[in-house]
């Protein structure tokens, strides 16, 4: 579970991440916004230029056409060419593309040289050489203002296409600006939400201060099975540590007094992956197992458990008499049980009895592992005729 203040710090993180998110798409959808709109303004300027172009050169043709009256035409000449002039100078500060500048510059030189021809064809239109003003209009006029008028397009052309370049790159901008400010936003709520908790039976520990009282139901499963069920469950063993049950057979090989044979089981316990190990010693006469050592119970259950007869109709007595491991599988109330017989030279002097977690007993390594342990182990008890023997001195 995430501490408080790293959860209010991750909450403050993700809010600051969609802020700033929505702040910097906020300015750059309006700054993509305003260049839209100049560019806009930039094309309306540019073709009302143009079409002031059009309308210059129909307008001084007019001059030598019959019938009309010069006077008007060049006043109106002289008002196209003022007005196309005042919009090409608001043009230029518009243009953020270099080669619409040249190309506006191009534009109004070439209407000033239209303006200088213009005086000429009028003062021939005055003095009445119309031959010499048409020679003016319909050559000079006409390449001049058509100079002016493919200089206007180019301009147009060329601030469309730089513009349309920025503003892509401020779209792929909101689009990276969006991907990271979400997969921030993602992370972090990721990290808030809680994990769920493990099981409590995952969670016990298994160094309790004071065992849990053995009840009679446990007792009579003891003698059914030779283990009991206890509570608390290590992760699960899929494999067995060879070099760990090396090591456990050496130090049972070397042991020199019986006050170091209980942290010898609790290590066997740990190899096998078991909740509890009892080990059964046959009397002298082999005609009954007691119980001498235990692990993972209350100490006082080897008093209480008492002895079990050699002929009874359990897991204990039947790998003591068949002198073979024997097995029960877990089910919905029992853990899974083993029961490895003590041999040596002399036979059967014993039994290993353990209760096994998460489905060891179905798994050979494990099974393997129980029966090297309980041959050592049968080393160090001895056989029941050299033990009799023992007592009658005694």
Partial sequence: MIRLSVRLTLAFLCL?????????????????????????????????ASLGIVELRAAQ??????????????ARVSAIVKETQETLAALKPLAESPAATLALDEASGALQDFEQMDRRARDY???????????????????????????????????????????????????????????????????????????????????????????????????????????????????VDLPQVASLCADFARISETRA??????????????????????????????????HGYPPQLATRLGTLARDAENLTASAYRTGLLQTVKADTVSSGAIAAPLVSAAGCVGVMAAELDHGGESKEPVLAAATIIASQLATLVGPPASRSAKVEAG
């Fill in 16 to 48: 600051a991440a969609a802020a700033a998110t929505a702040f910097l798409l906020w300015s750059m959808i309006r700054e993509a916004n305003a260049r839209d709109a100049d560019a806009g303004r930039f094309a309306a300027s540019a073709r009302s």
């Fill in 61 to 74: 043709q007019a001059y030598v056409a019959a019938g009309q009256g010069p006077d008007f035409w060049f």
């Fill in 125 to 239: 239109t005055r003095t009445h050489q119309l031959t010499l003003a048409s020679d003016l209009i319909f050559a000079d006029g006409f390449d001049l203002s058509a100079k002016a008028g493919q200089a206007i397009q180019r301009a147009l052309t060329a601030e469309l296409t730089d513009r349309d370049s920025v503003l892509g790159f401020l779209r792929r901008r909101q689009a990276y600006t969006l991907a990271g400010g979400s997969s921030v936003f993602l992370i972090v709520l990721a990290l808030l939400v809680p994990l769920q908790r493990p099981p409590a039976s995952q969670t016990a520990t298994a160094a309790a201060a004071v065992p849990p009282p053995v009840s009679q139901e446990t007792l009579d499963d003891l003698h059914d099975f030779g283990t009991i069920g206890a509570p608390g469950a290590a992760a699960p063993k899929t494999t």
């Fill in 261 to 294: 044979l209980p942290a010898l089981l609790a290590r066997a316990a740990g190899v096998l992956d078991a909740s509890g190990i009892v080990i059964w010693i046959a009397d002298p006469d082999g005609r009954e197992l007691a119980p001498i050592l235990v």
